[in-house]
């Protein structure tokens, strides 16, 4: 046997055996179908209410069953586990629940973890003592709204965690031949991950090898000069001809794709709970009480929604047009930046299309938040940065104007228009003067800025903020306490932060971030922005070290989307980088476009929850006389206030929003926030049921549990006469005074 056939006599032996061994594996599994694994129930809503969605076998705890449903909506479902896990020993372990939202993990029939807030993803860990053999299993997971999230691990005392291996999971009490038929499935299947691995390194070095000979006699023959310059020709045609229209039309019929895509999301019958309360404001009478309440919103947000709504008429769409078209016009700025920064406008639509095809700018494109807003606004400082830093245009008076408006619309532009200000007076070529009083001027400019800067941002801003949402977001905040902490949280949480700028597919891109910074500050002429955007970085860190404003993933992601076009600027600017020196990248930017399109078209589109609450809030209206008492939660005020004809106002509240809606109706109560569940502030409805001494109550509540209350209403002397139930925990009971007549 000759050198030369060794390797690849060698690689198909691998190959030989990597394919018997995972066919073995395949087979032995198929065998096992339907015993090993846990049986996994999706169900509608948040009950565990039949009939189910779909059932399976399924052989880790996770959210893998949503990928086989695509239509099915991510909010408000639950999820059942249930089977037997083979304990490998017996001794103390550890058990490791995340999720987001609530979870609970029963062990033969002893609950050991429990997470019932919906505040994120979170994990919870429990130690207990197992003997060797088979343990019954039950996890339960509940999705409310905002990012959907479970994993469970293991591991023995003091040991790294880990998943639960699919051969110790079972429908049912195994036997000894069942147990060793599934141990040798997963033995077969671990020597075939093996096998595949030495087949690979085996084998991709002399595929290598190979490539690199035939490309060194290609080049040789002299065959590609000539396709150099007919494709070079051809593309400098092209672009001069005929790439702005192209990115024109490219850019409108990407948009027009994504807007059909968002369009079921619109005009949902009912508004969920948190869009609710945005919409008590735009329906309040006075723009200037809607834009003067304490909710964490920027002021000019709110009276942009007041005015919409008065333009059109439907109580939805009405408040969700404005983030619909943000989330459009943020990408292609995004676009016309790269476009400007590269001089190439395929590069623009891949921005734009990376910008569309993201999944939290998509998904809070469609209810009413602001984070589309904050987007475009980002997109729209950029601009004026490259405008002033790479293009040489003095509009420094123009960015600063715009600093100080934009911060009544957008709370982190103030990040944005602070670097920009203050690296403009420090730029080089931009002022015409350098006599003393012109520097006195600029730098006067620079601290009248600040100025009214800081009064806006601390007497309007600052203010609306509140210990509940501080509370919130506190896991978010970058920690301050050492070096090696902050590097810690950022090199998670921030990467996460730059990875989720990205649509998902694409977030292995991420670390083109930072080749395009570099080359920004490499290049004479966009040295100063590449500043201007690591400034911006460097403030938004900073504003989470001292606790101003978060830095969010996942769930919580949606506070950090105002950053997505700098990952994204930066993302194709550091494919620029890479590929400029090729001698036909226009094929190369050409092929990188079809292929992010082709990416984002298997991006699942936003949904908006399905809901039925509106019903509810008919009846309440419809049933309550005069003389009958109503009592609301506080998110159950909000929906009946946004939808009943009966005029609302505001109060302070212990909520995230800061505010409670009141329902401007004899006999009506809004609970505080804290008396929903027994805490302080439940007096306050017995003395609204002493005061007005109703024969009826009607008690409306929606997405959080008043057990509480209610016992509080049956305490006062009432019996339940009916109840109605909704999405979301919705819930409108009737109480009677025992004894008083129907």
């Given at each position: 046997m000759?050198?030369?056939?060794?390797?690849?006599?060698?690689?198909?032996?691998?190959?030989?055996?990597?394919?018997?061994l995972?066919?073995?594996?395949?087979?032995?599994?198929?065998?096992?179908?339907?015993?090993?694994?846990?049986v996994?129930?999706?169900?509608?809503g948040?009950?565990?209410?039949?009939p189910?969605?779909?059932?399976?076998?399924?052989?880790?705890?996770?959210?893998?069953?949503?990928?086989?449903?695509?239509?099915?909506?991510?909010?408000?479902?639950?999820?059942?586990?249930a089977?037997t896990?083979?304990?490998?020993?017996?001794?103390?372990?550890?058990l490791?629940?995340g999720?987001?939202?609530s979870?609970?993990?029963?062990?033969?029939?002893?609950?050991?973890i429990?997470?019932?807030?919906?505040l994120?993803?979170?994990?919870?860990a429990?130690?207990?003592?197992?003997?060797?053999?088979?343990?019954?299993?039950?996890?339960?997971?509940?999705?409310?709204?905002?990012g959907?999230?479970?994993?469970?691990?293991?591991?023995?005392?003091?040991?790294?965690?880990?998943p639960?291996?699919?051969?110790?999971?079972?429908?049912?009490?195994?036997?000894?031949?069942?147990?060793?038929?599934?141990?040798?499935?997963?033995?077969?299947?671990?020597l075939?991950?093996?096998a595949?691995?030495?087949f690979?390194?085996?084998?991709?070095?002399?595929?290598?090898f190979?490539?690199?000979?035939?490309?060194?006699?290609?080049?040789?023959?002299?065959a590609?000069?000539?396709?150099v310059?007919?494709?070079?020709?051809s593309?400098?045609?092209w672009?001069?001809q005929?790439?702005?229209?192209?990115f024109?039309?490219a850019?409108?019929a990407?948009v027009?794709?994504?807007?059909?895509?968002?369009?079921?999301?619109?005009?949902?019958?009912?508004l969920w709970?948190?869009?609710?309360?945005v919409?008590?404001?735009a329906?309040?009478?006075?723009l200037?009480?809607?834009?003067?309440?304490s909710a964490?919103?920027?002021?000019?947000?709110?009276?942009?929604?007041?005015?919409?709504r008065?333009?059109?008429?439907?109580?939805e769409?009405?408040?969700?047009?404005?983030?619909?078209?943000?989330?459009?016009?943020?990408?292609v700025?995004?676009?016309?930046?790269?476009s400007?920064?590269?001089?190439s406008?395929?590069?623009?639509?891949?921005?734009?299309?990376?910008?569309?095809?993201?999944?939290?700018?998509a998904?809070?494109?469609v209810?009413?938040?602001?984070?589309?807003?904050d987007?475009?606004m980002?997109a729209?400082?950029?601009?004026?940065?490259?405008?002033?830093?790479?293009?040489r245009r003095?509009?420094?008076?123009?960015?600063?104007?715009a600093?100080?408006?934009?911060v009544?619309?957008?709370?982190?532009?103030v990040f944005?228009?602070?670097?920009?200000?203050?690296?403009?007076?420090?730029?080089?070529g931009?002022h015409?003067?350098?006599?003393?009083?012109?520097?006195?001027?600029r730098?006067?400019?620079?601290a009248?800025?600040?100025?009214?800067?800081?009064?806006?941002?601390?007497?309007?801003?600052?203010?609306?903020?509140?210990?509940?949402?501080?509370?919130w977001?506190?896991?978010?905040?970058?920690?301050?306490?050492s070096?090696?902490?902050?590097?810690?949280f950022?090199s998670?949480?921030?990467?996460?932060?730059?990875?989720?700028?990205?649509?998902?597919?694409?977030?292995?891109?991420?670390?083109?971030a930072?080749?395009?910074?570099?080359?920004?500050?490499?290049?004479?002429?966009?040295?100063?922005?590449?500043?201007?955007?690591a400034l911006?970085?460097?403030?938004?860190?900073?504003?989470?070290?001292?606790?101003?404003y978060?830095i969010?993933?996942?769930?919580?992601?949606?506070?950090?989307i105002?950053?997505?076009?700098?990952?994204?600027?930066?993302?194709?600017?550091?494919?620029?980088?890479?590929t400029?020196?090729?001698?036909?990248?226009?094929?190369?930017?050409?092929a990188?476009?079809?292929?992010?399109?082709?990416t984002?078209?298997?991006?699942?589109?936003?949904?908006?929850?399905?809901?039925?609450?509106?019903?509810?809030?008919?009846?309440l209206?419809?049933n309550?006389?005069?003389?009958?008492?109503?009592v609301?939660?506080?998110?159950?005020a909000?929906?009946a206030?946004?939808?009943?004809s009966?005029?609302?106002?505001?109060?302070?509240?212990?909520?995230?929003?800061?505010?409670?809606?009141?329902?401007?109706?004899?006999?009506?109560?809004?609970?505080?926030?804290?008396?929903?569940?027994?805490?302080?502030?439940?007096?306050?409805?017995?003395?609204?049921?002493?005061r007005?001494?109703?024969?009826?109550?009607?008690?409306?509540?929606v997405?959080?549990?008043?057990?509480a209350?209610?016992?509080?209403?049956?305490?006062?002397?009432f019996?339940?006469?009916?109840?109605?139930?909704?999405?979301?925990?919705?819930?409108?009971?009737?109480?009677?005074?025992t004894?008083?007549p129907?």
């Amino acid at each position: 046997m000759t050198s030369r056939l060794r390797i690849p006599l060698l690689a198909l032996l691998l190959l030989a055996i990597a394919s018997g061994l995972t066919a073995t594996a395949g087979r032995s599994w198929a065998r096992l179908q339907g015993t090993t694994g846990l049986v996994e129930t999706l169900y509608h809503g948040t009950e565990f209410a039949d009939p189910p969605v779909s059932q399976r076998t399924a052989g880790a705890v996770d959210l893998s069953v949503l990928d086989e449903h695509p239509d099915f909506s991510r909010r408000f479902f639950s999820l059942r586990f249930a089977g037997t896990w083979l304990a490998p020993a017996p001794g103390p372990v550890e058990l490791f629940a995340g999720a987001d939202d609530s979870v609970r993990v029963f062990i033969d029939g002893h609950l050991v973890i429990e997470r019932n807030r919906a505040l994120g993803f979170e994990t919870r860990a429990a130690a207990t003592a197992f003997g060797a053999g088979p343990h019954q299993i039950l996890v339960e997971f509940v999705q409310y709204d905002g990012g959907a999230s479970l994993e469970m691990l293991w591991a023995p005392a003091g040991q790294t965690p880990r998943p639960i291996p699919p051969e110790s999971l079972f429908v049912g009490v195994p036997s000894a031949s069942l147990i060793a038929r599934a141990r040798f499935a997963a033995s077969v299947t671990e020597l075939a991950r093996w096998a595949w691995m030495a087949f690979g390194a085996v084998a991709l070095p002399f595929l290598l090898f190979l490539a690199g000979r035939a490309g060194r006699r290609w080049i040789a023959s002299g065959a590609p000069q000539g396709v150099v310059r007919r494709t070079l020709s051809s593309a400098a045609h092209w672009q001069a001809q005929y790439a702005g229209p192209a990115f024109w039309l490219a850019s409108g019929a990407a948009v027009l794709w994504i807007a059909g895509t968002r369009m079921p999301a619109l005009n949902p019958q009912t508004l969920w709970s948190d869009d609710v309360a945005v919409a008590c404001l735009a329906k309040l009478d006075s723009l200037w009480t809607a834009m003067t309440v304490s909710a964490p919103l920027a002021p000019g947000f709110v009276a942009l929604l007041w005015v919409v709504r008065r333009m059109i008429g439907d109580p939805e769409v009405s408040l969700q047009v404005l983030p619909l078209v943000f989330g459009f016009v943020g990408p292609v700025l995004t676009g016309i930046i790269v476009s400007r920064l590269t001089s190439s406008r395929v590069l623009g639509f891949i921005a734009v299309v990376l910008g569309l095809g993201t999944a939290n700018l998509a998904q809070y494109s469609v209810f009413v938040k602001p984070y589309s807003l904050d987007y475009a606004m980002t997109a729209l400082f950029l601009l004026l940065g490259v405008s002033l830093f790479v293009d040489r245009r003095d509009v420094r008076l123009a960015a600063a104007a715009a600093g100080l408006a934009a911060v009544m619309f957008s709370v982190p532009s103030v990040f944005l228009s602070l670097a920009l200000v203050h690296l403009a007076s420090l730029t080089p070529g931009l002022h015409v003067r350098t006599s003393p009083p012109s520097k006195r001027l600029r730098w006067g400019t620079v601290a009248g800025f600040d100025l009214l800067l800081a009064v806006s941002f601390v007497v309007i801003l600052h203010s609306r903020s509140n210990p509940t949402l501080r509370e919130w977001w506190s896991d978010s905040f970058a920690p301050a306490t050492s070096l090696a902490d902050l590097a810690r949280f950022l090199s998670t949480t921030g990467w996460t932060a730059v990875r989720e700028a990205l649509p998902d597919p694409l977030g292995a891109l991420a670390p083109l971030a930072g080749v395009g910074l570099a080359a920004l500050v490499i290049s004479p002429r966009r040295r100063w922005f590449g500043l201007f955007v690591a400034l911006v970085y460097a403030g938004v860190i900073a504003a989470s070290m001292l606790q101003i404003y978060p830095i969010g993933i996942g769930s919580k992601a949606r506070v950090s989307i105002f950053a997505y076009p700098m990952t994204a600027v930066l993302v194709v600017v550091g494919f620029d980088a890479l590929t400029r020196w090729l001698p036909i990248r226009a094929l190369a930017r050409a092929a990188a476009a079809i292929a992010v399109v082709l990416t984002v078209a298997r991006v699942t589109p936003p949904a908006y929850p399905k809901l039925d609450q509106i019903q509810l809030v008919r009846a309440l209206e419809s049933n309550a006389a005069a003389d009958d008492a109503i009592v609301l939660n506080t998110p159950g005020a909000s929906l009946a206030g946004y939808y009943m004809s009966w005029p609302l106002s505001t109060r302070a509240d212990q909520s995230s929003y800061g505010f409670a809606v009141e329902i401007e109706r004899p006999r009506t109560l809004t609970l505080p926030r804290t008396a929903e569940e027994g805490g302080p502030g439940l007096d306050v409805l017995d003395g609204f049921l002493a005061r007005e001494h109703p024969a009826r109550v009607y008690f409306f509540s929606v997405r959080r549990g008043t057990d509480a209350a209610e016992n509080a209403i049956r305490a006062r002397g009432f019996e339940e006469v009916r109840r109605k139930t909704g999405n979301v925990s919705a819930r409108l009971i009737e109480y009677r005074r025992t004894g008083s007549p129907e």
